[in-house]
């Protein structure tokens, strides 16, 4: 079963995550993964992006069957609120 979660980089104390699309069976940090759809950087400053989302590619991906992880779920809906902000 294909999922849409987190893959964490960066160092220590400094987490930064790709959206990833994977089996659900392999481990978190593989490297095996069939596309990156995005980035998360929790710990952005200044004038560096936060979060990054391809929404065309995540929402193909939902249609062939890939299930978003709960956390993934919760940044598209930040994503989608951010957005209607900065378009209003």
């Known amino acids: ?5 987190l893959q964490r980089g960066g160092a ?8 990833v ?3 659900s069976r392999k481990a978190r940090d593989s490297g ?3 596309e990156r759809v995005g980035f998360y950087n929790p710990v952005a400053r200044g004038n560096e992006q936060r979060l990054k989302i391809d929404e ?3 929402q193909h991906w939902i249609e062939v069957g890939a299930k978003p992880s709960n ?3 919760a940044l ?3 994503n989608a609120r951010a957005q209607k902000r900065s378009a209003a």
């Open 1 to 5: 079963m294909l999922t849409i979660r």
């Open 21 to 23: 699309v994977t089996d």
């Open 76 to 78: 598209l809906k930040e």
């Open 12 to 19: 220590k104390k400094r987490p930064f995550y790709h959206l």
């Open 71 to 73: 956390r993934v779920l």
């Open 56 to 58: 065309e590619r995540i």
């Open 32 to 34: 095996n993964h069939r």
